[in-house]
T-cell receptor, first 116, second 112 residues
Framework: AQTVTQSQPEMSVQEAETVTLSCTYD???????LFWYKQPPSRQMILVIR??????QNATENRFSVNFQKAAKSFSLKISDSQLGDTAMYFC?????????????FGTGTRLQVTL | NAGVTQTPKFQVLKTGQSMTLQCAQD?????MYWYRQDPGMGLRLIYY???????DKGEVPNGYNVSRLNKREFSLRLESAAPSQTSVYFC???????????FGPGTRLTVT
């Protein structure tokens, strides 16, 4: 079974600074997808960024980017120019590739606090 | 386009009571999922339905049943609620090649 580990239960960053959230995963599969989801206090789960394992290029979405190290099974999220609205729980998630019902395995989350 | 909707948003049950959580999506997605979220545990998969007419167990299925009523609706039933089922429940759906799961707003369930 796949496992996802987020070793930082809580982090804090000042507004406008950069922060990196860590995620490692364990799988024997070669075809899979990785995701970062954001959960603000409203409880809504929001997709931040997605990475396909077959793509060598790291995904980027505006201020959010990932460092995907396939051999090391590492998938960290970098938030640049942090904003107060980035305060939330962040979950790393793993999904096996096509034909596997697209089930997600989540990490335990990192609570990010952005301060003035 | 409402996306994924869940009812109710909050519910309090007594031990032994039963209830059904409702979920509907209007995105014509084939696959639907039920997760529970507990403090410090992340989200864990309870049951899923890869396509209309099929359902399968996830990581934590004990104490739950599901019904894929049609392509739009996927319900989760607690037959005899227990305090260990106090949690926040999320329904999600996915379809197409992006593999993105779209989540409902969640149901906070308390069993006393």
């Amino acid at each position: 079974a796949q496992t996802v580990t987020q070793s930082q239960p809580e982090m804090s960053v000042q507004e406008a600074e950069t922060v990196t959230l860590s995620c490692t995963y364990d799988t024997s599969e070669s075809n899979y997808y990785l995701f970062w989801y954001k959960q603000p206090p409203s409880r809504q789960m929001i997709l931040v960024i997605r990475q396909e394992a077959y793509k060598q290029q790291n995904a980027t979405e505006n201020r959010f980017s990932v460092n995907f190290q396939k051999a090391a099974k590492s998938f960290s999220l970098k938030i640049s120019d942090s904003q107060l609205g980035d305060t939330a729980m962040y979950f790393c998630a793993f999904m096996m590739g096509a034909g596997t019902a697209s089930k997600l395995t989540f990490g335990t989350g990192t609570r990010l606090q952005v301060t003035l | 386009n409402a996306g994924v909707t869940q009812t109710p948003k909050f519910q309090v049950l007594k031990t032994g009571q039963s209830m059904t959580l409702q979920c509907a999506q209007d995105m014509n997605h084939n696959s639907m999922y039920w997760y529970r979220q507990d403090p410090g545990m992340g989200l864990r998969l309870i049951y899923y339905s890869a396509s209309e007419g099929t359902t399968d167990k996830g990581e934590v299925p004990n104490g739950y049943n599901v019904s894929r009523l049609n392509k739009r609706e996927f319900s989760l039933r607690l037959e005899s609620a227990a305090p260990s089922q106090t949690s926040v429940y999320f329904c999600a759906s996915t379809g197409g090649l992006s593999y993105e799961q779209y989540f409902g707003p969640g149901t906070r369930l308390t069993v006393t």
